[in-house]
């Protein structure tokens, strides 16, 4: 049930969001071998497994009588665990391939599938503010009805407020870890330092005075212009 219905919608959100956050495309031809094996493999590992526990077998079996009739199942599932092995390879070089070939596979328009939502009417990868220009919602695909309408983009530029990079909040998630860890295992002097690192921290964060910036609207306009120039 994992993988069916979690972790091949995982598979297809990386396809999907690759090339709007990293700005280029993944190879089409071996993500789609890694789908076929998957797909194929997961039917034939796991079919059997059912069709077994129906016939008594319980997970996690160290061994079994061969007068049950179980091993040619056994076997079928263990191809299909051969062929999820093989969609994983394909996937590892999906993406060696797609690293290699990124120039002619970037992505220029910000919108590689025609998309019908407002995340693809910005660059790939966007840039640090996301929209120049907010923009007004009129509709239940409102980016598909800007294509359709040929609606302009506006160039009404205003400054834009942004927080300014920190390392606080992975360092505490990684105090948060240390936490977590040492608590799971009670391994307590562990659990003790990784609370006082959040705390130390959260009061780091907590009396700063200057974390935020502005992007000037002359700023602003000289990055939409160099982007709006790459296309």
């Known amino acids: 049930m994992v993988i069916g219905g979690v972790l091949f919608a995982l598979f297809a959100g990386v396809t999907y969001w690759f090339p709007k956050i990293l700005g280029f495309k993944l190879e089409d031809k071996y993500g789609k071998y890694a789908a076929y094996s998957w797909i194929l493999g997961f039917l034939v590992a796991f079919m059997p497994l059912y069709v077994l526990g129906l016939m008594g077998a319980t997970r996690r079996l160290d061994h079994y009588e061969s007068s ?13 665990v051969g062929l999820i092995l093989l969609g994983i390879g394909f996937q590892a070089l999906q993406i060696f391939v797609s690293v290699l070939r990124r120039k002619q596979n970037r992505d220029l328009t910000g919108d590689p599938w025609n998309g019908r939502t407002l995340e693809w009417s910005i660059p790939s990868p966007p840039p640090e503010y996301n929209f120049a220009v907010i923009p007004q919602v009129h509709d239940h695909d409102p980016f598909w009805t800007m294509k359709q309408q040929r609606t302009p983009k506006s160039k009404n530029y205003e400054d834009i407020l942004m927080p300014k990079h920190t390392a606080i909040g992975p360092l505490m998630g990684g105090c948060s870890f240390i936490l977590g860890f040492g608590l799971t295992w009670q391994i307590y002097w562990m659990a003790i330092l990784g609370l006082i690192g959040v705390f130390v921290l959260m009061i780091v ?3 700063e005075k200057n974390t935020d910036k502005w992007i000037t609207a002359k700023e602003v306009e000289a990055i939409e212009t160099e982007l709006a120039n790459r296309t």
């Open 68 to 80: 049950t009739g179980w091993q040619p199942l056994f076997w079928t599932a263990a191809c299909g």
């Open 205 to 207: 964060r907590l009396t």
